[in-house]
T-cell receptor, first 115, second 110 residues
Framework: DTEVTQTPKHLVMGMTNKKSLKCEQH?????MYWYKQKAKKPPELMFV???????INESVPSRFSPECPNSSLLNLHLHALQPEDSALYLC??????????????FGPGTRLTVL | DQQVKQNSPSLSVQEGRISILNCDYT??????FLWYKKYPAEGPTFLIS?????DKNEDGRFTVFLNKSAKHLSLHIVPSQPGDSAVYFC?????????FGQGTRLTINP
């Protein structure tokens, strides 16, 4: 089983709203990731959590706030977003961040629209 | 600075024939390479991977070849099937980071 689940599937929010994206995996993976994908572009890495600790932040604006409550869950808290933040947000997990042959498995994504 | 490049935005192949998707990279630190298949508004689905210590990996209809000296990898799909129509991303991994190419849209014609 290589399933990563994400909720909600779609989200529409105003620029003053606060919302959260959720990601869950039950594969025993110890690394979890957030990516952002704009239309007709490849996914771009935002954050990496390794053993529930933030290990990489790719200079993401502070209006995006990640959280890893436990090894199975990953959240992305959103506040004061801009319309240009509208994108597909993808969560992924892997067995061991940075290890050899470490394959990332992706969830279906959350389609975010900021009005 | 694009570290992973897929120079063909699209590829059209007849059903039953071989599909060959290409990918080039510039960073010698990449030690693991993957191919993902993606449908619109869905997450990438892992297809096949190869470690930098190998030059070939095969899984059913899918074979990935790695030429380290040329910094080039390719994905071969044979025989191609209509269900293979999708966008294919090449990705390279180093130091916890996965870098994707721009993708190639593969269309399999009946």
């Amino acid at each position: 089983d290589t399933e990563v689940t994400q909720t909600p599937k779609h989200l529409v929010m105003g620029m003053t709203n606060k919302k959260s994206l959720k990601c869950e995996q039950h594969m025993g993976h110890r690394a979890m990731y957030w990516y952002k994908q704009k239309a007709k572009k490849p996914p771009e890495l935002m954050f990496v959590y390794s053993y529930e600790k933030l290990s990489i932040n790719e200079s993401v604006p502070s209006r995006f706030s990640p959280e890893c409550p436990n090894s199975s869950l990953l959240n992305l808290h959103l506040h004061a977003l801009q319309p240009e933040d509208s994108a597909l947000y993808l969560c992924a997990s892997s067995q061991l961040a940075g290890g050899p042959s470490d394959t990332q498995y992706f969830g279906p994504g959350t389609r975010l629209t900021v009005l | 600075d694009q570290q992973v490049k897929q120079n063909s935005p699209s590829l059209s192949v007849q059903e039953g024939r071989i599909s060959i998707l290409n990918c080039d990279y510039t960073n010698s630190m990449f030690d693991y390479f993957l191919w993902y298949k993606k449908y619109p508004a869905e997450g990438p689905t892992f297809l096949i991977s190869i470690s930098s210590i190998k030059d070939k990996n095969e899984d059913g209809r899918f074979t990935v070849f790695l030429n380290k000296s040329a910094k080039h990898l390719s994905l071969h799909i044979v025989p191609s099937q209509p269900g293979d129509s999708a966008v294919y991303f090449c990705a390279a991994s180093a130091a916890q980071k996965l870098v994707f190419g721009q993708g190639t849209r593969l269309t399999i014609n009946p």
